[in-house]
Structure formats: C-alpha cells, structure tokens
C-alpha cells in the first residue's frame, strides 16, 4: 500500500468505478462489432451471464451477501475483458469454462474480490490457451476478406451448434502476430510479409481501429483519474522500446514497434487489464517496474515464445512480482527521510 | 478379615493388566495406521514427496503403480533401518540410510524392468528418483531409527498406502477430467489385451489438457487438501455439538 489518503469517497465506490470501466471498453466493442461481425456480441453475453452465474454461486457456497458483491459489477468487468481477449464464433463451452477459472479459480479460491493475486480475466485466457489451442488460434476474419461473412445466425449457430455445414477456413484466418511469427520460420521478411492484405496500415486489418478504440477508451479512463498514466505508459513504451531495438538489429526479422503496438492484445492490456488495481503494483514506482516488466515479457514471449501473443503470460508473471515490486518501491513518507519498509532490514 | 474378601485375586488381576496391555498395544498400532492414512496422510499434510505426486499422477495406473514401488520400497527400507539401528552409527546414518533406500530401489527397478517392462518404460526417470523421495527418508529418519522393526514395517506401510490413496484419487481426477478416461494404460501393465479395459466417461469428449499438464496437479492437489481439512472441520464442529 501506498501513503494516505485511502478514501475515495461515493464518486468512485466500486459500482460505480466498474460501471465507468465497462463504458471505456464500448469503443473497442464496436469497432471489434463492425469489423469482425455480431460474434463478440454473443461472447460478451455468454462470458457475462456464466461470470454472473459462478459468481453468485460461489458468493452462495461462501456465505457471503450475494447481491452487495454482485451489484458491484466486478464479475462483469472480468467477463467483458475475459471475452475481449477470446477468440469470437468458437463454441459455447469455451466461453463458460474460461468464466469458470476466472471467477472460481483466479478470483474466489483466492478470497473474492481484492485478494486475487493473479488477474482473473487472464487466468482464464491462460487456462484456455494452455488446454485448447486448436480453438483458442482460430480466430475470425476481418469481415471485408472472409470468404464468407458470418452474420448473426451464423453467430449463434457456431457458438451453439458447432460447425456444421460451414467450414472453418470460410470464415477464420491466421491473426496478424500468428501468421508473421510462422512466415519468419519459414524463412521470408518482416517487409514481404507485411505487404500482404491482412496487415491493412498499421498492424492489421480491423484489429488496427479496435486497438485505436480501445486506446480512446483508455484516454477517457485516464481523464475520468480512474487510473494514473504510469501503468499504460510503462506498458506501451516497454513494449516500443523493445520491439523498435530488436527491429534495429535485424529488421529483416523483427517487426517495428508500431506493428507491435497495434496488434494483438497490447492496447486493452495497457489500458484495461496490466491496470486492474488489485493486481496490478500501486507504488508510483512499483507501477513503472510492473509495468515495464510486462510490456518487455510481451515482446520477448511474441519474439521468442511458443504462443503467439504474451500479453496474458507477461501480465501474470508481473502479478506474481507485485508484492515483491511494492515491497521495494515504498515512496519516501513526508516527515521522514529513509523509505518507509513493511519489513525491517 | 472383611478387607479380604474384596481383595482381587492375583491371576485375574495379572489378566486384568494383560488384557490392558493388549488394548494399549492395539491402539498403538491403530494410531500408526490412522497417522499414515489420515492424520499425518504424506500426501495431503505432510506434503512430503510431492515429486511424483505432481508428475506422475496423470493416470489411475502411473499412480497406483508409483504409489505401490514406493510403498514396498518404504516398507523394506524402515524394515531394514530397524533391523540395523543398534549398529549404524549415529553422525554418519543419513548417508547409511540413504545407501539402504538406494539399494532397494535399484532391485524394485531392475524387478520392473524386468517384468512391466512397457510401464517401466512410462515412468521412467521418476522410479530411482524413489530414492530422493523425502518421504522415504523421513519416516526412515523419524519412525524406523527408533522403533522394533514391526512397528516401523507398519508405520512406512500405512504412510506408503496413504500416499499411494491420494496418488489414485488425483491420478483419477486428472485423467477424468483431462481425458474422460478411467484406467487408460492398463495394457503396459497386463499386456495389449488390457487396453479394452479402459473405461471411458464420456464418449467424444475433447479432453482438458491443462488437468493433465503439471498446473493440473497443483490444482488437483490444492482441492483435495481444501477437501480434507473442510471434512476435519466438519467433524470437529459435529463433536462439539
């Protein structure tokens, strides 16, 4: 913990502070809806409603006041974020069994809301990742270059009863980190690859303005002083800063940093998920270090690591760091002269 | 004279004290097993061996199987440390200890590789690793190095058996859960005809990998101490009622 004062006061209560978070992440759900199809639609409700679900089960199971914690809007936050970063139009179960360790295993076995030291959102992409990679890197494509643009029937019907007719070709592609990553193996340049119609003028086709969306959304987070400008700025100049070095040294193999920046889920990272205030470090220094750790994790895992993108892997490591982080960064308490330490030395 | 006549005879009191003896015995022996399979479980309290409990226990056979090595290697070792507490000299025992266990793990290895040899393959590094397993020398260290050798041959085998119990329930979660099978590997131990006898839970299940990766086991390993402790619990607020 950082110095006084502690108390936020009625302006920013918990609901009210989740409420203002789920509104930041709308411009990224529209533009998510307007490029890739309803898919995210039908993922942000089924994540919501099992979220809802575990939640008040557990909160049941615990004896704890079921509608103060579920009013709160926290499970809602997880469930958005959790769907955010999920690939759409796969089936159902995933969605709820992604929700299942978010809430039950990251959040509640933990002591609920506060407690948790890893980000829920995240345990349950990681969970996910590690069980299911077919699924979890069959992501849709842009709209404007499906072969087949699914619509909300389509939507429905891949959730709910599977494939069917529809193949999975007519509608997914390889997402931008994933396909450069396999086409640097085999050989080609970071400059050809790019060229290709999927990249579009910044990182990707539509997850470009997602990612610009969500950016905006983390701009009016920081205006609302719903969170400080040192997570986002650690996490996003880490990661520039690291992928424009290993860009300098081989540009042949290393996209630039804005590539890097623009896709993949570093955006709604920096601005929604490395800056949830229980995981997250809250020293001012602590948020530099913790943040800077993952952004430089991100690279490194996309750079060298076996899964496509490291943003989930990187922020969980960071989390684990977090009490460590705090515990050296205490800021100097005014009065005193030496840093004030919760351990003697 | 009249004080007489209520004085016990001597036999039936010598019968009487007999009689308290065995009862005194016999909860001894009880306490040892209650402590190996409940109380003092290696498995779920005192945490001890974790190693092949975290990686092996993927499937109901690799379980059981290590679970059984272990316990024959717990058994004879403690057997043998008792046989030989008077004469191994104290500053230097750890090292004799170890040397006894090692041995004897050398045998249970060369025995299953010689006859289960396709499971001896599938376990592989994790048999001579039996050797480092803490639990073998603790209770070699903390039981058998001061107790006669039957109580010490009962006490690694109630400890080996409890472990082996938390090994299969584990083993058994993890693979239903991981891959909706019951007895998968049968055929390493009972030959090809064996493999039939796989029970499978729910058929085209599409299998949950992280139950049978390592973090699978951490998992599984944390609900079923959640579990225990909740049941002590349970029964101590049952007792205070």
Same mark, same amino acid.
């Given at each position: 913990m950082t110095g006084a004062p502690f108390s936020l006061g009625p302006r920013n209560s918990t609901p009210r502070v989740m409420l203002k978070v789920l509104a930041a992440l709308v411009p990224g759900i529209v533009a998510h809806y307007w490029f890739f199809g309803p898919g995210i639609v039908v993922s942000l409700l089924l994540t919501s409603l099992a979220a809802v679900g575990f939640e008040a089960f557990v909160l049941l199971m615990r004896n704890q006041p079921v509608r103060l914690h579920l009013t709160d809007g926290s499970a809602l936050v997880t469930a958005w974020l959790l769907a955010l970063s999920l690939p759409t139009l796969a089936p159902w179960w995933l969605y709820v069994a992604g929700s299942f360790f978010a $809430? #039950? #295993?990251?959040k509640h076995l933990y002591g609920g809301l506060g407690q948790n030291v890893f980000n829920p959102a995240m345990v349950g992409y990681a969970a996910l990742i590690v069980s299911f990679p077919l699924y979890m890197t069959q992501w849709p494509a842009p709209l404007e270059l499906a072969v087949h643009a699914p619509g909300w029937a389509d939507a429905f019907d891949l959730v709910f009863a599977g494939q069917g007719a529809l193949s999975p070709d007519a509608y997914t592609s390889a997402t931008p980190l994933d396909s450069l990553k396999t086409q640097i193996l085999a050989g080609r340049t970071v400059e050809a690859v790019l060229g290709q119609p999927i990249y579009g003028l910044l990182g990707g086709v539509g997850g470009e303005w997602v990612a610009l969306a969500f950016l905006a959304g983390g701009a009016a987070l920081l205006a609302m002083r719903l969170t400080t400008w040192h997570i986002p700025l650690a996490f996003l100049a880490a990661v520039a800063l690291s992928a424009g070095a290993l860009h300098l040294i081989d540009p042949a193999r290393h996209a630039g940093p804005l590539f890097h920046l623009m896709t993949g889920g570093v955006m709604l990272g920096a601005f929604f998920i490395a800056t949830d205030p229980v995981t997250a470090s809250t020293t001012p220094l602590g948020k530099l270090v913790y943040a800077g750790g993952a952004g430089l994790l991100t690279v490194v895992i996309r750079t060298w @690591? @076996?899964? &496509?993108?490291g943003v989930a892997f990187a922020v969980l490591l960071m989390n684990m760091c977090v009490p460590f982080i705090d515990d050296y960064t205490q800021p100097r308490v005014f009065g005193k002269t030496a840093r004030l330490r919760r351990r003697a030395p | 004279m009249s004080t007489q006549a209520h004085e016990v005879p001597a036999e039936v009191a010598a019968g009487e004290a007999g009689l308290q003896a065995l009862g005194d015995r016999w909860a001894e022996l009880r306490e040892i097993l209650h402590n190996g399979l409940w /109380? +003092? %479980? &290696?498995? $779920? #309290? +005192?945490?001890?061996? !974790?190693c092949p409990l975290l990686a $092996?226990? %993927?499937?109901v056979v690799n379980s059981l199987s290590l679970g059984l090595a272990t316990t024959l290697v717990m058994a004879i070792s403690s057997g043998s440390v008792s046989v030989l507490r008077n004469y191994i000299p104290q500053p230097i025992r750890i090292p004799v200890f170890v040397l006894i266990i090692a041995a004897l793990v050398t045998v249970v290895q060369l025995f299953m590789n010689a006859y289960v040899h396709p499971l001896y393959l599938v376990l592989g590094v994790f048999i001579p690793l039996i050797t480092t397993n803490c639990i073998v020398l603790a209770r070699v260290e903390a039981f058998a190095s001061k107790r006669s050798t039957a109580h010490a041959v009962l006490d690694a085998s109630a400890m080996g058996i409890g472990l082996t119990l938390v090994l299969v329930v584990l083993g058994g979660l993890r693979e239903a859960v @991981? /891959?909706?099978?019951? !007895?998968? =590997?049968l055929d390493l131990v009972? =030959? &090809?005809?064996?493999?039939?006898w796989t029970v499978h839970l729910a058929p085209g299940y599409q299998g949950f990998l992280l139950a049978i990766l390592p973090p699978g086991a951490f998992i599984g390993l944390g609900l079923l101490i959640a579990m225990k402790n909740w049941l002590d619990l349970r029964a101590a607020k049952e007792q205070r009622a």
């Open positions: $809430i #039950v #295993v990251a @690591g @076996g899964f &496509p993108d | /109380k +003092q %479980n &290696p498995g $779920i #309290v +005192q945490l001890l061996g !974790l $092996i226990s %993927n499937t @991981g /891959k909706g099978t019951l !007895l998968s =590997g009972f =030959g &090809p005809a064996a493999a039939a």
